[in-house]
């Protein structure tokens, strides 16, 4: 018989492992209440035609896609089938995708639900997504994102609200990390300036990569894609801009006098770190020229957060697009999110054993099971410390006391609890302290203060 096993790029994840994931879902959403944020869900499945097209050739190829219900090859015809061309095939057979990201199945709920929302709306979701990537350390084909964006406002105050928002999010974690910030205006600039204007995609996608496959791989990408030597030269000399944020600034502002978007660009990030120096962050912010996200659909800001400690890839990103709404018949909406990567923070805090207690949610108090009459009596014992907010459970079978111990020793259960028929009589119950060992009794009534925390 063949063992069970998961998908590779998939995990399970055990009621600890969950306590802690739930720990990182209720921070984040802390965070995202505090700033005005109201959650929404979106269905795990969208129409392939929602989210084509909106990733780059790079990210449709990691769509995971399913396959129509009933006889999904009835309408394939025996050429299209052995014809070579996968992407036509799947057309035919599939018309629904599991969803990549969080920001395009919120773009088409914007689209969709226009009437009903208030503008500027301010949402945020803590749902899976799933890429048909090559899973590794810190990359999963399911994994969890949290992401917060506001839309039908261009105010930079979004920015500076975001980056805030990222700042306490690692700051409430204990976790050090880099914000990084550029601007698509910039990359878009770099490319007018060094003649490569029509080449801004394959810039962006290739420029995404350096820190997965290094400067020489990426030139190589480059060059592939038609892009003169000279040009690559002198984007890597952009892009490696030395010095300050300050310092960057007014280099980049004199290296743009041919490129109206570009200077627009570097007015943008300006105005952002002024107001970021107003209000004070935890975590230091730099200006990134490296800094591309590869999505086609960014168009502003874009922002990027990684650990300082832990070698793991970017933990969170995000940046402005400023028209995804009109690919679904709503133009010229604005919009700026960002998106925590709950899977990789899990691994970061683990790495670094930053969970504090309080995060370590399990039964506060275990009830000894000395027979029926005895699990009868407390029942609404259990009743009342539940009722004061005290987590409690009674052993459900009356088997040996040393399995019972085992049990509350094995879930870390700090007091036990013993009442047999003796105890009964004179309404009192024998109270242990599993990490003291301290051992006292109470009358019934007087259980919830004995319980200590």
Known sequence: MQKPSIPKGTRDFSPAEMTKRNYIFDTIRAVFHLYGYKQIETPAMENLSTLTGKYGDEGDKLLFKILNSGDFLSAVNPDEWSGGNPARLA???????????????????????????????????????????????????????????????DSLLNEVELIQIADEVYRRFGIAVRIKINNRKILTGIAETIGAAAHLTDITVAIDKLDKIGAEKVQEELLQKGIPADAVRKLFEFIRLPGSNRDKINRLRSLFSVSACGTKGVEEIETVLQKIANVKITNPLELDLTLARGLNYYTGAIFEVQAADVAIGSLTGGGRYDNLTGIFGMPEVSGVGISFGADRIFDVLNQLNLYPEAAARRTNV??????????????????ELRNA??????????????????????????????IEAADRQTDTARVKNLVTGEQETVPVGDLVKAIRF
Request: net charge positive; charged share 30%.
């Open 91 to 153: 057309g035919k057979i599939c018309e629904k995708g599991l969803r990549y990201d969080l920001t395009v199945p919120f773009a088409r709920f914007v689209a969709m639900h226009r009437n009903e929302i208030t503008f500027p709306f301010k949402r945020f979701q803590i749902q899976p997504v799933w890429r048909a990537d090559r899973p590794q350390k810190g990359r999963y084909r399911e994994f969890f994102q949290c992401d917060a964006d506001v839309v039908g406002s």
């Open 366 to 383: 275990l009830f000894i099971n000395f027979g029926e009459k005895e699990a009868d009596y407390i029942l609404p014992l259990l009743a």
């Open 389 to 418: 907010g005290i987590s409690a459970e009674i052993y459900p079978d009356s088997d040996k006391f040393n399995k019972q111990m085992a049990y509350a020793k094995d879930h870390q259960i700090p007091y036990l609890v013993k």
